[in-house]
Protein backbone atom coordinates (compact mmCIF):
# COMPACT_ATOMS: atom_id res chain seq x y z
CA UNK A 1 0.00 0.00 0.00
CA UNK A 2 1.06 3.60 -0.68
CA UNK A 3 1.91 5.86 2.31
CA UNK A 4 2.49 9.60 2.17
CA UNK A 5 4.07 11.55 5.06
CA UNK A 6 4.34 15.08 5.53
CA UNK A 7 6.69 15.77 8.47
CA UNK A 8 6.00 19.64 9.14
CA UNK A 9 2.65 19.25 11.30
CA UNK A 10 2.45 23.24 10.79
CA UNK A 11 5.11 26.44 9.19
CA UNK A 12 4.65 29.93 9.12
CA UNK A 13 6.22 32.65 6.43
CA UNK A 14 6.40 36.40 6.50
CA UNK A 15 4.30 37.63 3.82
CA UNK A 16 6.19 38.10 0.32
CA UNK A 17 8.70 35.35 1.42
CA UNK A 18 9.10 32.00 0.12
CA UNK A 19 8.25 28.84 2.04
CA UNK A 20 8.84 24.78 1.11
CA UNK A 21 6.58 21.83 2.33
CA UNK A 22 8.03 18.93 2.66
CA UNK A 23 6.16 15.35 1.18
CA UNK A 24 7.78 11.94 0.87
CA UNK A 25 5.93 8.66 0.31
CA UNK A 26 6.07 5.02 -0.50
CA UNK A 27 5.46 3.40 -3.48
CA UNK A 28 6.37 0.15 -5.63
CA UNK A 29 4.83 1.49 -8.25
CA UNK A 30 7.02 3.39 -11.60
CA UNK A 31 4.04 5.27 -12.80
CA UNK A 32 2.17 7.52 -10.42
CA UNK A 33 1.05 11.24 -9.77
CA UNK A 34 1.35 13.51 -7.14
CA UNK A 35 -0.45 16.50 -6.07
CA UNK A 36 -0.28 19.19 -3.50
CA UNK A 37 -4.07 20.25 -2.51
CA UNK A 38 -5.30 23.58 -0.30
CA UNK A 39 -8.04 23.26 2.81
CA UNK A 40 -8.72 27.04 2.94
CA UNK A 41 -11.10 27.18 6.24
CA UNK A 42 -14.22 26.81 4.54
CA UNK A 43 -12.96 23.43 4.11
CA UNK A 44 -13.48 22.60 0.43
CA UNK A 45 -9.66 21.47 -0.66
CA UNK A 46 -8.62 23.06 -4.32
CA UNK A 47 -5.90 21.55 -6.22
CA UNK A 48 -2.38 23.40 -6.40
CA UNK A 49 -0.61 21.58 -8.51
CA UNK A 50 0.37 18.13 -10.30
CA UNK A 51 2.65 15.97 -11.49
CA UNK A 52 3.11 13.25 -12.97
CA UNK A 53 5.71 10.71 -12.19
CA UNK A 54 7.24 9.87 -15.65
CA UNK A 55 7.73 13.82 -16.55
CA UNK A 56 11.45 14.90 -15.31
CA UNK A 57 10.52 18.42 -15.32
CA UNK A 58 9.28 19.56 -12.23
CA UNK A 59 5.46 21.11 -12.07
CA UNK A 60 4.78 25.08 -12.04
CA UNK A 61 1.98 27.20 -11.40
CA UNK A 62 2.88 30.68 -11.24
CA UNK A 63 4.14 31.25 -7.77
CA UNK A 64 3.82 27.57 -6.86
CA UNK A 65 6.65 24.54 -7.96
CA UNK A 66 7.36 21.49 -6.64
CA UNK A 67 11.06 20.07 -6.13
CA UNK A 68 10.07 16.15 -7.30
CA UNK A 69 13.10 13.90 -6.19
CA UNK A 70 11.51 10.01 -8.30
CA UNK A 71 14.61 8.16 -6.47
CA UNK A 72 14.42 9.72 -3.61
CA UNK A 73 10.80 9.98 -3.68
CA UNK A 74 9.97 13.14 -2.37
CA UNK A 75 7.92 15.84 -3.43
CA UNK A 76 7.98 19.26 -2.03
CA UNK A 77 6.07 22.22 -2.74
CA UNK A 78 7.60 25.78 -3.32
CA UNK A 79 5.00 29.12 -2.48
CA UNK A 80 6.93 32.22 -3.70
CA UNK A 81 5.93 35.67 -2.39
CA UNK A 82 3.64 34.22 -0.07
CA UNK A 83 0.61 36.22 0.45
CA UNK A 84 -1.93 36.35 3.01
CA UNK A 85 -4.47 34.16 0.57
CA UNK A 86 -2.01 30.90 0.72
CA UNK A 87 -2.79 30.84 4.69
CA UNK A 88 -4.70 27.14 4.92
CA UNK A 89 -3.83 23.64 5.47
CA UNK A 90 -1.64 21.91 2.51
CA UNK A 91 -2.42 18.38 1.79
CA UNK A 92 0.24 16.11 -0.33
CA UNK A 93 -1.44 13.30 -2.17
CA UNK A 94 -0.31 10.44 -4.25
CA UNK A 95 -2.34 8.72 -7.03
CA UNK A 96 -1.46 5.61 -9.20
CA UNK A 97 -2.03 6.00 -13.10
CA UNK A 98 -2.81 1.71 -13.18
CA UNK A 99 -5.14 -0.36 -11.17
CA UNK A 100 -6.73 1.80 -8.51
CA UNK A 101 -6.22 5.24 -10.10
CA UNK A 102 -9.16 6.91 -9.02
CA UNK A 103 -7.73 6.59 -5.10
CA UNK A 104 -5.66 9.47 -3.37
CA UNK A 105 -4.07 8.86 -0.39
CA UNK A 106 -3.44 11.98 1.83
CA UNK A 107 -0.78 12.70 4.12
CA UNK A 108 -1.68 14.40 7.27
CA UNK A 109 -1.15 17.86 6.19
CA UNK A 110 0.89 21.02 6.99
CA UNK A 111 -0.82 24.22 8.11
CA UNK A 112 0.98 27.18 6.96
CA UNK A 113 0.47 30.41 8.69
CA UNK A 114 1.39 33.50 6.55
CA UNK A 115 2.46 36.78 8.77
CA UNK A 116 1.99 40.30 7.51
CA UNK B 1 -22.09 24.10 -12.72
CA UNK B 2 -21.60 25.42 -9.34
CA UNK B 3 -19.37 22.72 -8.68
CA UNK B 4 -19.87 19.59 -6.13
CA UNK B 5 -22.67 20.47 -3.61
CA UNK B 6 -22.71 18.41 -0.25
CA UNK B 7 -25.74 18.88 1.93
CA UNK B 8 -26.00 19.29 5.19
CA UNK B 9 -23.08 21.24 5.91
CA UNK B 10 -23.09 20.47 9.43
CA UNK B 11 -24.72 17.84 11.27
CA UNK B 12 -25.24 16.75 14.80
CA UNK B 13 -27.06 13.78 15.97
CA UNK B 14 -27.40 11.68 19.43
CA UNK B 15 -25.36 8.32 19.39
CA UNK B 16 -27.56 5.84 18.17
CA UNK B 17 -29.42 8.05 15.46
CA UNK B 18 -29.35 7.16 11.83
CA UNK B 19 -27.96 9.91 9.30
CA UNK B 20 -27.91 10.70 5.32
CA UNK B 21 -25.87 12.58 3.62
CA UNK B 22 -26.42 13.94 0.20
CA UNK B 23 -23.80 14.83 -2.16
CA UNK B 24 -24.36 16.44 -5.98
CA UNK B 25 -21.56 16.23 -8.06
CA UNK B 26 -20.47 17.97 -11.35
CA UNK B 27 -22.85 16.91 -14.35
CA UNK B 28 -20.92 15.37 -16.67
CA UNK B 29 -18.16 13.66 -14.30
CA UNK B 30 -19.02 10.07 -13.86
CA UNK B 31 -16.97 9.24 -10.92
CA UNK B 32 -18.06 9.99 -7.41
CA UNK B 33 -16.52 9.59 -4.10
CA UNK B 34 -16.72 9.68 -0.54
CA UNK B 35 -13.53 10.53 1.88
CA UNK B 36 -13.77 11.17 5.96
CA UNK B 37 -11.86 13.84 7.23
CA UNK B 38 -10.65 13.59 11.08
CA UNK B 39 -9.29 16.46 13.00
CA UNK B 40 -5.49 16.73 12.42
CA UNK B 41 -5.53 13.90 9.49
CA UNK B 42 -5.79 14.03 5.45
CA UNK B 43 -9.07 12.54 3.93
CA UNK B 44 -9.03 8.54 4.10
CA UNK B 45 -10.94 7.12 0.99
CA UNK B 46 -13.90 5.28 1.93
CA UNK B 47 -16.02 4.41 -1.31
CA UNK B 48 -15.95 4.83 -5.11
CA UNK B 49 -18.65 4.91 -7.67
CA UNK B 50 -18.05 4.62 -11.70
CA UNK B 51 -21.50 5.88 -12.72
CA UNK B 52 -23.75 3.86 -11.09
CA UNK B 53 -21.74 1.18 -9.51
CA UNK B 54 -19.84 1.16 -6.32
CA UNK B 55 -16.78 -0.34 -7.15
CA UNK B 56 -14.40 -0.40 -4.25
CA UNK B 57 -15.41 -0.14 -0.46
CA UNK B 58 -12.47 0.71 2.14
CA UNK B 59 -12.35 -1.62 4.83
CA UNK B 60 -12.86 1.77 7.16
CA UNK B 61 -16.64 1.46 5.68
CA UNK B 62 -18.08 -0.52 8.44
CA UNK B 63 -21.71 -2.47 7.84
CA UNK B 64 -23.22 0.72 9.58
CA UNK B 65 -21.91 2.60 6.79
CA UNK B 66 -23.86 2.15 3.11
CA UNK B 67 -23.85 4.62 -0.08
CA UNK B 68 -25.94 4.46 -3.20
CA UNK B 69 -25.46 6.32 -6.77
CA UNK B 70 -28.85 5.63 -8.05
CA UNK B 71 -28.75 6.62 -11.98
CA UNK B 72 -25.59 7.25 -11.93
CA UNK B 73 -26.24 10.74 -10.30
CA UNK B 74 -26.46 12.36 -7.14
CA UNK B 75 -24.99 10.23 -3.95
CA UNK B 76 -25.69 8.96 -0.82
CA UNK B 77 -23.94 8.66 2.54
CA UNK B 78 -25.70 6.83 5.60
CA UNK B 79 -24.41 5.76 8.56
CA UNK B 80 -26.60 4.01 10.78
CA UNK B 81 -26.31 3.73 14.93
CA UNK B 82 -24.14 6.50 14.70
CA UNK B 83 -21.31 6.27 17.42
CA UNK B 84 -19.11 9.15 18.43
CA UNK B 85 -16.19 7.48 16.36
CA UNK B 86 -18.08 8.61 13.45
CA UNK B 87 -17.62 12.79 14.03
CA UNK B 88 -15.58 13.97 11.14
CA UNK B 89 -16.07 15.70 8.36
CA UNK B 90 -17.28 13.69 4.97
CA UNK B 91 -16.45 14.52 1.63
CA UNK B 92 -17.16 13.75 -1.73
CA UNK B 93 -15.75 14.69 -5.09
CA UNK B 94 -15.94 13.98 -8.05
CA UNK B 95 -14.21 13.33 -11.68
CA UNK B 96 -14.07 12.43 -15.14
CA UNK B 97 -11.34 10.79 -16.40
CA UNK B 98 -10.02 12.24 -19.81
CA UNK B 99 -6.33 12.08 -21.35
CA UNK B 100 -4.64 10.45 -18.55
CA UNK B 101 -6.17 13.29 -16.51
CA UNK B 102 -8.45 12.76 -13.60
CA UNK B 103 -9.54 15.79 -12.06
CA UNK B 104 -10.99 15.30 -8.49
CA UNK B 105 -13.58 18.37 -7.37
CA UNK B 106 -14.06 18.03 -4.14
CA UNK B 107 -17.69 19.64 -2.22
CA UNK B 108 -17.26 21.61 0.95
CA UNK B 109 -17.87 18.39 3.51
CA UNK B 110 -20.68 17.57 5.89
CA UNK B 111 -19.15 17.97 9.63
CA UNK B 112 -20.68 15.08 11.41
CA UNK B 113 -21.05 15.56 15.49
CA UNK B 114 -22.45 12.68 16.73
CA UNK B 115 -23.12 13.50 20.91
Known amino acids: AQTVTQSQPEMSVQEAETVTLSCTYD???????LFWYKQPPSRQMILVIR??????QNATENRFSVNFQKAAKSFSLKISDSQLGDAAMYFC?????????????FGKGTLLTVNP | DTGVSQNPRHKITKRGQNVTFRCDPI?????LYWYRQTLGQGPEFLTY????????KSRLLSDRFSAERPKGSFSTLEIQRTEQGDSAMYLC?????????????FGSGTRLTVV
Open chain 2, 93 to 105: ASSIFRDRVDGYT
Open chain 1, 27 to 33: TSESDYY
Open chain 1, 51 to 56: QEAYKQ
Open chain 1, 93 to 105: AYRNSGGSNYKLT
Open chain 2, 27 to 31: SEHNR
Open chain 2, 49 to 56: FQNEAQLE
